[in-house]
């Protein structure tokens, strides 16, 4: 069985700073586009919720005028009663009869009157909920103004970033296939953990490019010597030196040219 070729720190340390440069780029496209997509799926639940407003307004004034049309079928039904028993009084035989049809006369009439009462409460009501729709169709209008154009702003970002975002993303899983598995880990805990997603930086100027804090001499030589893997202390990111950094941005920009 062949052994298996030991991978040096220095090429750990390429491999990892490689992974970093792509992922760097990634973010970069992402912060492109910023909040604009939140922003798309604020607006889009806003546009969705204003639009099931104004359905259930609709329905709401529907529901009002069948409302309406019952009580003026039932005045239509009270009017027809009330002839009915106009007629029957006229062949009455006592007063007790005569009385009782006029009972049933006066109950129509205030039937009529309380149909109509609540007719006219019915109307207001949708005059109400008509306004309600028409200032709700006012401000969906302007909102979809405004989402359509921020999805045709992000569509727009989309199509000009998604081929080199989709190169980029399968590039860093490639990329992260050649790191080991504990190495990986912890480079994408320190991803996780600082603001600028930068888990690997080289010293500049006798400082870390993570923390700006001065690396002393001594560990500066050893991160220049590529035998370990060197922490900041301060921000908890992998340092590299200026050199093997330079090396592999232009192998990275030459691969992505």
């Known amino acids: 069985m062949a052994k298996k070729k030991e991978v040096s720190v220095e090429e750990k340390l390429r491999a990892l700073y490689d992974l970093q440069l792509i992922d760097s780029r990634i973010d970069e496209i992402r912060n492109v586009r910023g909040e604009l997509p939140l922003e798309v799926d604020d607006l889009q639940d806003e546009v969705t919720g204003l639009n099931t407003r104004i359905s259930n307004l609709s329905e709401d004034v529907s529901n009002l005028e069948t409302d309406i049309n019952n009580k003026k079928l039932a005045i239509e039904e009270s009017i027809t009663l009330m002839k009915k028993y106009e007629e029957q009084q006229k062949n009455v035989r006592n007063n007790r009869e005569f009385d009782s049809l006029a009972k049933e006369t006066e109950y129509q009439e205030l039937e009529i009157q309380l149909s109509e009462k609540r007719i006219k409460e019915f109307q207001v009501k949708i005059e109400q909920k008509n306004e309600v729709i028409a200032t709700t169709k006012e401000k969906l209008d302007k909102q979809q103004v405004h989402l359509d154009h921020k999805k045709a702003e992000l569509n ?102």
């Open 156 to 257: 727009s970002i989309l199509k000009e970033t998604e081929k080199e975002e989709k190169l980029l993303l399968d590039k860093s899983k490639e990329f992260s296939a050649s790191i080991d598995n504990h190495l990986l880990t912890a480079y994408t805990r320190i991803r996780n953990k600082v603001k600028n997603g930068l888990a690997v930086v080289s010293i500049e100027r006798g400082a870390s490019g993570g923390s700006f804090f001065t690396i002393p001499p001594q560990i500066q030589l050893e991160i220049a010597n590529r035998k370990k893997i060197t922490i900041d202390e301060h921000s908890g990111r992998i340092l590299i030196d200026a050199d093997l950094a330079a090396e592999e941005k232009q192998k990275i920009d030459s691969l992505f040219a």
